[in-house]
């Protein structure tokens, strides 16, 4: 089976955006944000709230950048 050109992210069927990943390499990296948010939490959490924040904004963003370059094109859909 070939996975080139299989997008990571499929498109959700309705609503705007991605939904749960499809091939291992989408999982690896929602898993991977996950346990990064996990270690900043542990590490930063109550002491340095911003610094916290800014982590999980920034894991969030490159998420997005991810799922934007390796999902399938967003837009909205309304079911088949």
């Given amino acids: 089976m070939n996975n080139e050109g299989r997008y990571w992210f499929p ?3 309705y609503g ?3 939904g749960p990943p499809t091939v291992w390499q989408g999982w690896a990296v929602l898993v991977g944000s996950l346990v ?3 270690i900043a939490a542990r ?3 109550p002491a340095h709230l911003v610094a916290f924040l800014s982590v999980v904004l920034l894991i969030t963003m490159l998420l997005l950048l ?8 967003p837009a909205w859909r309304w079911g088949k």
């Fill in 36 to 38: 990064a948010i996990g």
């Fill in 16 to 18: 705007w955006g991605w």
């Fill in 43 to 45: 590490v930063l959490m």
């Fill in 66 to 73: 991810i799922c934007y370059a390796k999902g399938e094109p």
């Fill in 11 to 13: 498109a959700k069927r």
